[in-house]
T-cell receptor
Framework: DQQVKQNSPSLSVQEGRISILNCDYTNSMFDYFLWYKKYPAEGPTFLISISSIKDKNEDGRFTVFLNKSAKHLSLHIVPSQPGDSAVYFCAATLGNMEYGNKLVFGAGTILRVKS | GAVVSQHPSRVICKSGTSVKIECRSLDFQATTMFWYRQFPKKSLMLMATSNEGSKATYEQGVEKDKFLINHASLTLSTLTVTSAHPEDSSFYIC??????????????FGSGTRLTVV
């Protein structure tokens, strides 16, 4: 059962425009969500996160929106830059000691920013 | 800060041999580390959670006798793929929780190990 889904395997955007990456989840108990960026043959690097008690978190060019009722979150990158081209993973977890703070990852979306 | 060093970055081994992958936290003590496996164009799949000084907790479907995890110190966790077969070829990534992160959700990742079994 895939609890975190990224239904778009890839996205292509023109430099300077907005990139919107989407993520859906099924477990309503998740209370924290994270976005990671990953280059080939490297480990993921943290981008931005959001708690379930918020609906928006912004950090520079990156904004994450959370719609709890729809179990949906999105990452907005604006303006997009060629260096943003990478695989973006959405991850979720819940703050439960029994759960062990494990991250559940989506399948990732390949973002290509064209110059 | 918060660097996790994973070694080796790439390894090729013969079928039937064992391979050890190391994950070290360089500037902090990692009581909890996670081991992931990534198949091509697939998500990162959690294999196991390793806690310093105790047995690792494996996810359903992961063979604990095949993927041996040792977390003997606060700065080192190892994953040994025993009797490797071509289907074990994959990208393995370790991750450590950041003990000072106030959200309790801070993680840092190693750079990964590309294992190829021939």
């Amino acid at each position: 059962d895939q609890q975190v889904k990224q239904n778009s395997p890839s996205l292509s955007v023109q430099e300077g425009r907005i990139s919107i990456l989407n993520c859906d989840y099924t477990n309503s108990m998740f209370d924290y969500f994270l976005w990671y960026k990953k280059y080939p043959a490297e480990g993921p690097t943290f981008l931005i996160s959001i708690s379930s008690i918020k609906d928006k978190n912004e950090d520079g060019r990156f904004t994450v929106f959370l719609n709890k009722s729809a179990k949906h979150l999105s990452l907005h990158i604006v303006p997009s830059q060629p260096g943003d081209s990478a695989v973006y993973f959405c991850a979720a977890t819940l703050g439960n000691m029994e759960y062990g703070n494990k991250l559940v990852f989506g399948a990732g979306t390949i973002l290509r920013v064209k110059s | 800060g918060a660097v996790v060093s994973q070694h080796p970055s790439r390894v090729i081994c013969k079928s039937g041999t064992s391979v050890k992958i190391e994950c070290r936290s360089l500037d902090f003590q990692a009581t909890t580390m996670f081991w992931y496996r990534q198949f091509p164009k697939k998500s990162l799949m959690l294999m196991a959670t390793s806690n310093e000084g105790s047995k690792a907790t494996y996810e359903q479907g992961v063979e604990k006798d095949k993927f041996l995890i040792n977390h003997a110190s606060l700065t080192l966790s190892t994953l040994t793929v025993t009797s490797a077969h071509p289907e074990d070829s994959s990208f393995y990534i370790c991750s450590a929780r950041l003990p000072w992160d106030k959200t309790n959700y801070g993680y840092t990742f190693g750079s990964g190990t590309r294992l190829t079994v021939v």
